[in-house]
């Protein structure tokens, strides 16, 4: 079973930075993508930045203060995040696509999440 967990949340002020990390185990599998979402109370889940295939790709919210990469042998990404605002604030959620070799069964599977807290 693949395990998905989050870390490096944490409450900052305006203009601060945090780094957070993804690590997925429980399986030999591909993990082809890893993405970081977020969720802000009351609001729905938005895409923030994915790491696919050696490619990067951000959402427009991150305006270039964010950056992720990956320790791919390890199966883990980051995500470092400067110049952080008090919109910024919500749950950050890691997803991994998972592919099976043999199969070629894709799915994805979803961390708890970590709380970023930007005051201001």
């Known amino acids: 079973q693949v395990q998905v967990v989050e870390s490096g949340g944490g409450q900052v002020h305006t203009g601060e930075s945090l780094r957070l990390t993804c690590r997925a185990s429980?399986?030999?599998?591909?993990?082809?993508?890893m993405a970081w979402y977020r969720q802000a109370p009351g609001k729905q889940r938005e895409w923030v930045a994915t790491h696919a295939n050696g490619k990067t790709n951000y959402a427009t919210l991150t305006e270039g203060r964010f950056t992720i990469s990956r320790d791919t042998g390890a199966n883990t990404m980051y995500l470092q995040m400067n110049s952080l605002k008090p919109e910024d604030t919500a749950v950050y959620l890691c997803?991994?696509?998972?592919?099976?070799?043999?199969?070629?069964?894709?799915?994805?599977?979803w961390g708890q999440g970590t709380q970023v807290t930007v005051s201001p």
């Open positions: 997803m991994v696509l998972v592919v099976e070799q043999q199969t070629a069964k894709a799915e994805n599977y």
């Open positions: 429980g399986s030999r599998a591909d993990m082809p993508t």
